[in-house]
């Protein structure tokens, strides 16, 4: 009896849905969500519960500090077969606002194919790739050199560009103004 059971539960058709969750409170909704499918043995009917992130390099007064961030903040995903009391359970979790695309307490609508897809892609790739490193500088601001050969040098950013991590520093050397290509790491601000 059990190996019939095991065979009916493994051949439920899942499908990917979006849940809407409060704002920041993702991580939190995600393990609420995992607790709530474990206490009651309905792991058969959820298969993954995922929150979009990415890592990025933040630099602030020259230092580096990785940090994670929500692809998608306000939602989680979840592969799930919502039948029986699925949904209500999951509609009932703390943090949960409901499914994305349900009208007033209606069925929640399943995401395209297509579109997990490319977001399931998108996370994979923000995962591969090394980190993001962002800049926070503004064009016309004054920063200090602080790596490479123009170490100790002030200077001016007259261009800023994100794809190559690098901006366009005015310095005086010898009096006189010369244009330096540094990386976001080698400059902090004044």
Do not use: C
């Amino acid at each position: 009896m059990a190996e019939i059971l095991n065979k009916e539960t493994s051949s439920i058709e899942k499908k990917w849905y979006v849940v809407r969750a409060i704002s920041g409170q993702e991580k939190k909704v995600k393990q609420y969500i995992e607790v709530e499918i474990n206490r009651l043995k309905m792991n058969d009917y959820v298969a993954q519960v995922l929150i979009p992130t990415e890592k990025f390099i933040q630099i602030r007064n020259g230092k580096k500090f990785q940090k994670e961030r929500s692809f998608y903040p306000g939602y989680v995903l979840i592969e799930a077969a919502l039948v029986g009391e699925v949904s209500h359970v999951i509609r009932n979790i703390t943090g949960v606002i409901g499914f994305l695309g349900e009208s007033k307490r209606g069925d929640a609508v399943p995401m395209r194919l297509s579109e997990v897809n490319r977001i399931l892609g998108k996370v994979d790739e923000l995962t591969e790739s090394e980190s993001v490193v962002t800049s926070n500088y503004i064009i016309g601001e004054s920063v200090k050199v602080i790596n490479g050969p123009f170490n100790g040098f002030n200077g001016t950013i007259e261009e800023i560009n994100e794809e190559k991590k690098k901006i366009k520093v005015t310095v005086k050397i010898f009096g006189r103004k010369t244009p330096v290509e540094l990386s976001f790491g080698e400059v902090e601000r004044e």
